[in-house]
């Protein structure tokens, strides 16, 4: 089954530094790092071909991972108490989508590494973020 799947620099935008750091928050289990619907999500909103991926993590959970919510003054749209910390978009294939878990997979992974290198590397495990909890 497809998964969508996000690549950030930990070096990179404050977003993606802050997305980097969600694994030392997360549950580990069989080579991937769980974040609970209850501290974070991912919302996938799709136009067209167009996918927009935003990650929304709840100020307690950034709290305890040292980073502080009010540096993202934007809000999730599925609930206002949760800062949107990372917006990715890109072009997908509408029907491929369609089969995709409701799931969004986010490696850690420098820009000097090749997409194949992080998937293929058993030391690189992905933080998984569930769709958003039904409010």
């Known amino acids: ?74 809000r999730s749209a599925m609930d206002p108490e949760a800062a949107l910390v990372l917006r990715a978009e890109g072009a997908v294939d509408p029907d491929l989508y369609a089969r995709t878990a409701p799931a969004t997979a986010v490696f850690v992974a420098s820009p000097e590494r090749t997409l194949d290198e992080v998937l293929t590397c058993e030391d690189d495990w992905p933080v998984l973020l569930a769709l958003p909890p039904e409010l």
């Open 1 to 74: 089954m497809p998964v969508v799947t996000l690549v950030v620099d930990p070096d990179g935008t404050r977003g993606e530094r802050a997305v980097a750091r969600l694994g030392d928050y997360c549950y580990e289990g069989n080579g991937v790092f769980f974040l609970l619907r209850t501290d974070g999500w991912a919302e996938h909103t799709l136009d067209g071909n167009r996918l927009v991926v935003d990650i929304a993590v709840y100020p307690f959970a950034l709290g305890q991972i040292g980073v502080d919510s009010a540096e993202f003054p934007g």
